[in-house]
């Protein structure tokens, strides 16, 4: 048990009074007409354990009720039949402080799945990753919100909240949409009512989103539920797709279920804090200690992001059926879930089951933050024999990811350079369908790929060429598109700047060509041009890859299908390099000519030469 730290958020609750602040029955609604007719719904109010409780509703029955340590909650199992209608049933609770009820709402199902919505996201698409609070403030009445934990918004302070919300991302999404961006998917939206932590001496806000302090509640900071059901609004109105954040490892420490937790066994305890050690390896090593790999999974991820036990069968309830419930109130189309191996392998498969059970077409990928291919492959669907088999469809491919940027930046060598590329996708043997990976040049927890290649045009160029023809899901992160750049350095907060015209007042608009200098709207070019060719491109939508061992720093690969065939071209040598047709004859046959995408130039299917740096993508013509 996590004595010290349990104790001093229970007397800082009682001092406070804060027990009291959040009230509620959880999941706030339900359907009819889900495929599973189970329901456990969370009551938490004062005394919550001590009343009786029943329910007389045609088609509903409460088949059992869970009393746990903390009076303050009771677990109530529902199973609704498929005769239920919707409606609003009473909930009787008799005993504890005297009889009384609670109304609660079984809402029809609305039309639409796989079709408008929970349509998943495939390697058709090109996602756009954003972090709300760093995007553009459309609002600025809710950048401070009385009674919240967190009073501060202030752009000059990396540390503090920026006041960026769901508007100013409506506001964008025809900026989005003519970049070529197909599905958007933001940092987490759920609330974080979190006071401020101290880390490395800095107080800093947590307007990452990662420390939910309620599931059921998008952060009013950002606009709130019925904001976000508007921008899911705007994205199918614009025929684009919605990703959430989900967050199963932890919650923030003011979340009301660990400030007045329902039971000891709600968090993973130890004798004293320990951190998880960040390493997947205790959990795939078959020589692994057992110790080890608890820490892996058990550890908390920060002290002030308490990691949640989902070996408790009423924490998994409350997970599984929250991703449920967010899928159809919001009509998402996937889900990326954050520090995927962290959590419970056992619990990690039944969450995915279920909500593909509810949503078949629905995609959901895993964040592994792994080295290694035989690691990333481990945590998805995959062609190895082993005793534990994961059952997420992708997961966030860095291997890959590592590799490009070796490849960008390394001398070409017998397994460096960009042979790194090459021997990272040899490795696809493993996975049982890799073009269910999210790939990815940089995100919110990565130093700028433009600033990782040295701000160097070129390899610029040649990164996006591959992140949008290689197989897999393509992720964009915000501003990599006009050049935004920085390190990790001195934090995180250095990659997350706000995108210059999200705010009233900014020098310059870089959603607009006005506001771009010459560079950078020559890489806003070349994003929206090849984004938006893959966008029609069968080959690459949903066709094969074949590549072809590098030579003296020449990379070349194929994207090909029945109706096209893109040829992928790139130097990564120190010299000019004749390019022999010929060695691609297996591919290009039947071929005459060669359309450069970018520019559209039309030449001969012929040997030329290839200057250091250079990469095309070229569609090939009969």
């Not at 769901?166 to 609330?191: C, H, R, S």
């Not at 070129?458 to 060429?465: L, R």
Request: charged share 20%; proline share 5%; hydrophobic share 35%.
């Amino acid at each position: 048990m996590i004595n010290k730290l349990y104790l001093l958020v229970l007397l800082l609750c009682l001092a406070t009074g804060v027990f009291a602040q959040e009230k509620g029955v959880y999941p706030t609604h339900w359907w009819v007409g889900m495929k599973s007719p189970k329901l456990q719904l969370m009551i938490h109010e004062p005394g919550a354990g001590n009343f009786s409780y029943s329910i007389a509703y045609p088609g509903v029955r409460l088949e059992k009720t869970h009393k746990v340590e903390n009076p303050n909650y009771a677990f109530l199992d529902l199973n609704i039949q498929p005769a239920a209608r919707p409606g609003k049933l009473t909930i009787k609770m008799t005993g504890g402080s005297g009889n009384r009820s609670l109304i609660y709402e079984l809402k029809a199902k609305p039309a639409g799945n796989g079709t408008t919505w929970a349509k998943g996201v495939t390697q058709a698409d090109m996602v756009y990753l954003l972090m709300p609070d760093r995007f553009a403030n459309g609002d600025p009445s809710n950048d401070i919100v009385a009674g919240m934990r967190d009073g501060a918004a202030n752009r000059n302070n990396p540390f503090d909240r920026h006041g960026g919300d769901l508007q100013g991302v409506i506001n964008n999404l025809d900026y989005l949409k003519g970049l070529g961006v197909t599905a958007l998917w933001m940092t987490p939206v759920v609330e974080n009512d979190m006071a401020r932590t101290d880390e490395g001496g800095a107080s800093r806000s947590t307007y990452h989103g990662y420390a939910f302090t309620n599931h059921y509640q998008v952060d009013r900071r950002f606009g709130g539920n019925e904001k976000y059901k508007e921008l899911g609004r705007e994205l199918k109105r614009r025929g684009m797709k919605l990703v959430q954040d989900a967050v199963y490892n932890h919650v923030g420490r003011d979340h009301f279920f660990i400030l007045d937790m329902p039971s000891k066994d709600w968090v993973n305890q130890w004798p004293k804090y320990q951190n998880t050690s960040f390493k997947e390896q205790p959990l795939i090593d078959p020589y692994r200690s057992a110790a080890d790999s608890a820490i892996s999974v058990s550890g908390w991820f920060t002290p002030f992001m308490a990691d949640l036990n989902q070996n408790n069968p009423l924490v998994a309830n409350f997970l599984v059926q929250h991703a449920i419930w967010s899928t159809q109130e919001f009509e998402l189309d996937g889900w990326r879930v954050d520090t995927y191996f962290y959590s419970d392998p056992k619990f990690l498969n039944r969450v995915n089951t279920e909500l593909l059970r509810e949503f078949p077409k629905l995609t959901v990928f895993g964040e592994t933050w792994v080295q290694t291919v035989a690691s990333s492959a481990y945590f998805t669907q995959n062609t190895m024999s082993l005793p534990f088999k994961h059952n997420v469809q992708g997961i966030t491919d860095f291997p890959l990811y590592f590799a490009m940027l070796d490849g960008l930046n390394q001398p070409f060598g017998w397994a460096e350079g960009v042979n790194r590329v090459y021997g990272t996708l040899v490795q696809d043997i493993m996975y049982k369908d890799p073009t269910r990976n999210s790939i990815h040049l940089d995100n919110h927890d990565l130093d700028r790929f433009y600033s990782v290649v040295g701000d160097d045009f070129d390899k610029y160029k040649m990164g996006i060429n591959w992140l949008l023809t290689l197989r897999g899901i393509p992720q964009l992160y915000y501003g990599t598109e006009i050049l935004m750049k920085n390190f990790k350095n001195p934090s995180d907060a250095e990659v997350r700047r706000g995108f210059p015209g999200g705010w009233a007042g900014d020098k310059e608009n870089k959603f607009e060509q006005g506001g771009r200098n010459s560079q950078e709207q020559a890489a806003y070019e070349f994003v929206s041009r090849l984004a938006n060719f893959r966008k029609a491109s069968p080959a690459i939508t949903r066709g094969k890859l074949m590549q072809f061992v590098p030579e003296d720093g020449l990379y070349t690969y194929f994207r090909y299908s029945p109706e096209q065939t893109v040829m992928v071209i790139s130097h990564t040598g120190k010299e000019d390099k004749t390019v022999a047709i010929s060695r691609f004859a297996e591919r290009i046959n039947g071929f005459t000519k060669m359309r450069n995408v970018q520019t559209g130039e039309v030449r001969p299917l012929a040997d030329f030469v290839l200057k250091p740096k250079e990469s095309f993508v070229m569609e090939l013509l009969k």
